[in-house]
């Protein structure tokens, strides 16, 4: 598996849209990290603060390079699907690879969080277990499920050509409407946490069923791309 990540992460940084696409993602996540932790006046939209809580837990870079994570085979390594691949730890590594962002990003939280000595740990935490036990593989699921994959030498987050198609929609909705309506419903007290960590600790616990799913989608489409 250290080899398959090894292999994203070279692919990720020789090209130069999904490169920048990293670096904006770290600069919005740690200004996105600062707005939250400084104290914001009591007149603030409640939907700006949970989107700029969002934003702070990863979810910039997890959807937008988590839709694309299998353009590298579909495109330009077609001919690892004719090699005797374990495809299951090849996709685990993808995912994996998400997941460790997702920490990374999380613990810079934890610093400013004691630096600040504010109160959003547990909102933060939350969001990371709902993000890294759902969020990935939904995104997973919709890079295997597009029918269009997108051309990441074109570019990743606008592209006439490369429209979000439904699916797209239906992974920003999960990703992104989910806890934010969980928010606004219940005001944020502790069942949305429960909620979100219910959620993500369920699907962390369903991994294997994610990677045999993921797997079993990308054997069966391996032929179209062959072509």
């Known amino acids: 598996m250290k080899n398959f990540i090894l292999l994203e992460i070279k692919m990720l940084m020789r090209n130069k ?19 939250l932790n400084l104290k914001m006046g009591t007149k603030t939209p409640l939907v700006f603060k949970l989107m700029i809580l969002l934003f702070a837990s990863g979810y910039f ?18 001919d690892i699907f004719s ?7 090849f996709i685990g590594s993808k995912i994996l690879l998400l997941q460790i962002y997702s920490l990374f990003i999380f613990l810079i939280n934890l610093i400013f969080i004691l630096l600040f000595q504010t ?9 990371f277990i709902f993000l890294t036990g759902i969020g990935v593989y939904i995104q997973a699921i919709i890079s295997v499920y597009s029918v269009q994959p997108i051309r990441l030498n074109s570019g ?11 699916i797209h929609m239906i992974g920003f909705s999960i990703l992104y409407f989910f806890p934010i309506s969980l928010f606004l419903l219940f005001n944020y007290n502790n069942l949305v946490q429960g ?21 079993n989608k990308v054997m069966n489409n391996k032929y179209k791309f062959l072509n």
């Open 17 to 35: 849209q999904t490169r920048s696409l990293l670096f904006s993602s770290i600069i919005i996540n740690i200004i996105s990290i600062i707005v």
């Open 61 to 78: 870079f997890v959807f937008n390079y988590g839709r694309s994570l299998m353009s590298w085979e579909y495109y330009y390594l077609k």
């Open 83 to 89: 090699r005797e691949v374990h495809i299951k730890k």
């Open 119 to 127: 109160n959003h740990f547990f909102l933060l935490f939350a969001l």
């Open 156 to 166: 990743v987050i606008s592209n006439e050509r490369q429209k979000l198609l439904p």
């Open 195 to 215: 909620v979100l960590i219910g959620c993500g600790t369920m699907g962390l616990l369903l991994t294997k069923k994610w990677l045999n799913f993921l797997a």
